[in-house]
């Protein structure tokens, strides 16, 4: 059963949230994050991203950078644009994004919980990239950017987070990208016995994004023998009917001089071929494919599809096992120039504009997986291929830490 609590949180003073948070560290590079927390001091980039305060050249995972985000990160407390609430409390993260809206518990979870498997992972994680981010907060005393975990939505809680939710938010804005993110307090013990009894009752929580931070702090839990706050994991839980899956598509360059033709030709040993001018498929089993300006509906041959097995259903599995591999040549942990991955949240026009660089050949724009198909390949163990969700929205780094 899951172990939540919760826990005194570093804030941003409300009127300062929008200038503090910032996108996930991993979604943009190095350059965007300098470019971006250009002239503001108090950009949340200079505690997950500091190597943006130090030369171009200089090593990113070097100690200097973990030792500038730490300074950087004690510079904001300091000053009092990041606050520590005097007592343990559970808060509601609310995104909405056009007519999409979720809104998430925010608290710790158990590290233990990581390891006997209540807390259920999807994909495979990067020893050099867990490494990184443990680095960070064990030279912090601080996870600074929240895990985003899902469970199987219950009446109680999504009664409770209804209910505070008509009150007026504490912090409220909308970022540059659109999404409006809001957030409340909840202080009252009931509420917060409620809400630790009801998780307790949930058999299995599901890693949506944050492989790589929920690693690199059960990491430095172990390292740390369990002392002080270290043994539990910054985290958004949301309930699984709200969340939202967007593709993650393909961009791929051919090299061995196919004509347009005779892809199509290859292709359609595994496909039903038909042009069209839709670019987003509507169902599982179906792609879309721009090439050579035009867009083609592919539709996987039923002899192709009939695994009752979760994960040999994916499309993902399927594109890569008969088209990225026996076609392209692409192995399925390639990060060559030869493939690029684009998060849905781009569109599909940007496929096209990629395609019509002349840079790539073709470009596949995928119908994403399901929640249900997520929790169903976790429950089995399993972990998905790299790349195979995007999930949108991003939850924000700065509006909540947690000291350990």
């Known amino acids: ?35 971006l927390a ?3 001091p108090l950009s949340f980039f200079h505690v997950s991203k500091p190597e943006i305060d130090l030369p171009e050249e200089h090593d990113p995972r070097a100690p200097q950078v973990y030792e500038v985000g730490a300074k950087n990160f004690a510079r904001l407390m300091s000053g009092g644009a990041l606050q520590q609430d ?12 056009g007519t999409h809206s979720q809104v998430g518990i925010v608290a710790t979870v158990s590290c233990a919980d990581y390891i006997n498997g209540v807390i259920k992972r999807h994909e495979l994680t990067h020893n050099e990239v867990v490494e990184d981010r443990a680095k960070h907060i064990d030279t912090l005393n601080a996870q600074t950017g929240p895990a985003f975990l899902i ?27 659109g999404v409006r993110h809001s957030t409340w307090t909840i202080a009252e013990p009931a509420v917060i016995r409620l809400i630790e009894t009801e998780f307790a009752s949930v058999s299995s929580m599901y890693i949506a994004d944050g492989h790589h931070r929920t690693a ?26 709200q969340v939202q899956i967007l593709p ?43 090439l050579a300006g035009r867009w083609y509906k592919l539709n ?26 026996p076609v392209f040549g692409v192995a399925e942990r390639d990060t060559n120039e030869r493939i690029r991955f684009i998060g849905g949240v781009r569109g599909t026009k940007e496929l096209e504009r990629l395609v019509d660089t002349g840079k790539f050949t073709c470009a596949f724009s995928l119908f994403p997986p399901s929640v249900d198909e997520l929790m169903r390949i976790a429950d089995l163990g399993l972990t998905m291929p790299p790349k195979s969700t995007w999930f949108e929205p991003k939850l924000r780094d700065g509006l909540f830490c947690h000291l350990i």
């Not at 002899?303 to 990225?324: G, K, T, W």
Request: hydrophobic letters at 45%.
């Open 1 to 35: 059963m899951a172990v939540v609590k919760p826990f005194s949180a570093v804030r941003p003073r409300p009127e300062l949230a929008a200038q503090i948070s910032e996108p996930p560290y991993d979604v943009v590079s190095s350059d965007e994050a300098r470019r």
């Open 38 to 40: 250009e002239g503001n």
């Open 86 to 97: 005097p007592a343990r409390r559970f808060y509601l993260y609310r995104q909405q994004m």
């Open 151 to 177: 469970y199987r939505a219950r009446d109680a809680l999504d009664a409770l987070v209804a209910q505070h939710t008509r009150n007026k938010p504490e912090i409220d804005f909308i970022a540059k990208d």
């Open 216 to 241: 690199a702090a059960v990491a430095i839990w172990q390292k740390r023998k369990a002392s002080g706050n270290s043994g539990f994991i910054l985290a958004v839980l949301f309930p699984h009917n």
């Open 248 to 290: 993650y598509n393909r961009v791929l360059k051919d090299n061995t001089g196919l004509a347009a033709a005779a892809l199509l030709q290859k292709l359609a040993a595994a496909f039903d071929i038909t042009p069209g001018d839709t670019p987003n498929p509507t169902r599982k089993h179906e792609l879309c494919m721009y």
């Open 300 to 325: 996987f041959k039923a002899a192709l599809v009939n695994s009752a097995n979760p994960f040999e259903q994916l499309d993902v599995v399927l594109l890569q096992r008969h088209v990225l591999g």
